[in-house]
């Protein structure tokens, strides 16, 4: 195998997990984060000697959502947050990276860019909190619970494809 060449300006992602919710960006997001989870089934016998064996079992996923509170619309904020949560209905969601346009005087617009490696499916949320520390903004998080699949989007599959050269991800 042939050495990896890497440029560390240009290759590594920066900003890119930007969450949608139902179609709209969560407000003024500082953080998110995407767990994948799959549990290990135990297939251990007495003829597995002294490791333990397994086999991939169940999948899972979960997102988290750090972010300032606002009471602006346009965007996935608390309210929208809460309300969804009480409601209890599985929310579309996206993550992946978002492209901007517009300006400060004609406010932007944010559009999930399906050319870049995301992800979707559908969550429901299983908690929120709000914090509010003296004399800083008021900051909410969210705690989501993926229901059904991940799925890649076209430009993680054919990465993932790339990468391991198998074409079942």
Same mark, same amino acid.
């Given at each position: ?14 900003n ?11 407000? *003024? ?31 899972? #996923? ?13 965007? #996935? ?5 809460? %309300?969804?949560?009480?409601a209890?209905? $599985?929310?579309? *969601? ?10 400060? %005087? ?17 969550v429901i949320?299983t908690?929120t ?12 998080t ?6 059904? %699949?991940?799925? $890649? ?5 054919a ?11």
């Open positions: 195998m042939g050495a990896l060449k890497y440029k560390s300006t240009t290759d590594m992602d920066l890119v997990l930007q969450l949608f919710l139902n179609g709209v960006i969560a407000a *003024f997001a500082t953080s998110s984060k995407l767990t994948l989870t799959t549990d290990a089934r135990d297939t251990s016998s007495k003829m597995s000697g002294e490791w333990k064996e397994v086999l991939a079992g169940t999948k899972s #996923y979960a997102v988290s959502h750090d972010g300032l509170v606002t009471r602006k619309t346009g965007a #996935y904020s608390l309210d929208a947050l809460i %309300a969804a949560q009480i209890g209905t $599985p929310l579309d *969601f996206k993550q992946g990276v978002a492209t901007r346009e517009g300006d400060e %005087a004609t406010g932007y617009t944010y559009t999930y860019d399906d050319t870049k490696p995301g992800y979707s499916g559908k949320i908690q909190e709000v914090t509010s520390d003296n004399n800083e903004f008021v900051k909410c969210a705690s989501l619970q993926g229901t059904g %699949a991940l799925i $890649p989007n076209a430009a993680a599959a990465l993932a494809t790339a990468a391991t050269g198998n074409d079942a991800v």
